[in-house]
């Protein structure tokens, strides 16, 4: 893989990478950095007047990341694309998050390695969505020696105005990235993000869903990671259009202030609920400013709102409600 096209040099030095070129860590971490380098570049291509911000850290604790930000574009308020590649000791605290998902694991500090790229756009524009996805590989050593692997990850849309052949298309362009690996993917993984991607407090889905899948360890290690690769292959096909089709769209003071509410309900699933969001926080040398990059740089919150269910604001909230089936 040609790495000069990355948005920086990878997090594990390249004399490593050349002697374990097949190693899933290795492919993982390759695979990740060009998914960051290929969706920066696309959304790069949608904004006349800024550039990511190339942020490349270093963990004391065992590994690092690449950060990458655009704020306050014409486009995009905030963008985020953020891999990190970190391994060290799992503390009680993060094994607790992987126990209560039902992994054997002690609560016992274990070695562990990660892998990952997570990324959440915040558009200007209220008629341009906000879209989230993280892919992951996790191993984890066990005391016997034993070694545990699995994949997790998704892909997801909030829109803050709803129209539906742009969500269909979003779900279509997914369930392509799933039937080509099993057919019974798209629906399981569909059923799988509604029920997770729920501010419970507020009855109500953060957006309209898309894929979500954690723990993924079969048929093959290979096998699982030829329908990851597959996921974030599918992003900006599913996104982009989205983007150029409406950041262009007249919006006024009324739309923008229902935009600012709902990513008021965004920030409060991802302090409240998120799993990566505790995870980070829960091990060692966490980086803050990566872990709480999806956070938008303007969100509002208002007393008892709630708009008129005959309103484009109240037909959206109808549908947060109450999740349907897109194709």
């Known amino acids: 893989m040609d790495i000069s096209k990355f948005m920086a040099e990878p997090v594990t030095p390249s004399d490593e990478i050349s002697k374990n070129s097949d190693d ?69 605290d993060a094994m607790r998050q992987m126990r209560a998902r039902g992994k054997d694991l002690p609560m016992k500090e274990l070695p562990f390695f990660a892998a990952g790229i997570s990324s959440v756009i915040h558009p200007r524009n209220p008629h341009v ?15 016997d020696g034993e070694k545990m692997w699995w994949f997790g990850g998704g892909t997801d849309l909030t829109p803050y105005y709803l129209v539906e052949e742009d969500v269909k ?18 629906g399981k993984f569909k059923k799988w993000c509604d029920d997770y991607f729920v501010v419970a407090h ?3 889905s953060r957006g309209v869903g898309g894929i979500f899948f954690d723990d993924l360890d079969t048929p093959t290690r290979e096998e699982c990671f030829k329908f990851v690769k597959s996921c974030g292959e599918s992003v900006v096909p599913s996104y982009v259009p989205l983007v ?14 229902w935009q600012l509410l709902r990513r008021g309900r965004y920030v409060e699933f991802n302090l ?6 505790k995870f980070g926080l829960y091990t060692p040398g966490a980086r803050i400013e990566s872990i709480l990059m999806s956070l938008p740089v303007y969100a509002k919150w208002e007393y008892m709102h709630s708009p008129h269910p005959e309103t484009p604001e109240g037909k959206l909230t109808e549908i947060l409600k109450n999740p349907k089936e897109w194709i």
Request: hydrophobic share 30%; glycine share 8%.
């Open 202 to 204: 507020r009855k109500e």
């Open 129 to 143: 969505p906000t879209v989230h996805f993280n892919y992951r590989y996790f191993e984890v050593v066990k005391e």
């Open 24 to 92: 899933m860590r290795v492919r993982m971490e390759l695979f990740i950095m060009k998914i960051q380098a290929d969706f920066c570049r696309a959304l790069e291509n949608e904004e006349p007047n800024k550039k990511f911000f190339v942020d490349r850290w270093t963990r004391k604790e065992g590994g690092g990341g690449v950060t990458c930000v655009l704020q306050e574009g014409d486009t995009f308020e905030k963008a985020g694309v953020n891999v990190s590649v970190v391994h060290g000791v799992l503390p009680a």
């Open 272 to 277: 409240v609920y998120d799993r990566g969001t």
């Open 169 to 186: 298309h979003f779900h279509s362009e997914l369930k392509k990235a799933c039937d080509s690996h099993d057919k019974g993917y798209y």
């Open 244 to 257: 150029k089709k409406h950041k262009n769209d007249a919006f006024n003071e009324k739309e923008r202030d």
